[in-house]
Nanobody, 120 residues
Framework: QVQLEQSGGGSVRAGDSLTLSCRTS????????MGWVRQTPEEGREVVAA????????YYTPSVKGRFTISRDDALNTVYLQMKSLRVDDTAVYYC?????????????WGQGSQVTVFS
């Protein structure tokens, strides 16, 4: 059973920073590709950032490159999404996700979701 426990999120002003956390099990980290998916009624689902099975460079959707950083602490079985220079269009519900690849995270296992609201 895959369990993803999220924390973080909230309402911030444009330009501010937030960090989301996702705690899971050692088994999940070893078995699945981990990442973050966001969802809005207007845009639907979007993989924001994810580790990839090959190579050392995580995947980032173009709109967050240079602003968001995905990282992990295997000792704590936790994945993070550090978000800087937040913009109003980053407003969404963010989900920690575990799947078979970065491209298919939207169809994988999700956490409970964290609302991120960015106001101008």
């Amino acid at each position: 059973q895959v369990q993803l426990e999220q924390s973080g999120g909230g309402s911030v002003r444009a330009g501010d920073s937030l960090t989301l956390s996702c705690r899971t099990s050692e088994r999940t980290l070893a078995r699945y590709v981990m990442g973050w998916v966001r969802q809005t009624p207007e845009e639907g689902r979007e993989v924001v950032a994810a580790f990839q099975r090959t190579g050392n460079n995580p995947y980032y959707t173009p709109s967050v490159k240079g602003r968001f950083t995905i990282s992990r602490d295997d000792a704590l079985n936790t994945v993070y999404l550090q978000m800087k220079s937040l913009r109003v269009d980053d407003t969404a519900v963010y989900y920690c996700a575990a799947g078979t690849s970065a491209a298919t995270l939207s169809a994988g296992y999700w956490g409970q979701g964290s609302q991120v609201t960015v106001f101008s």
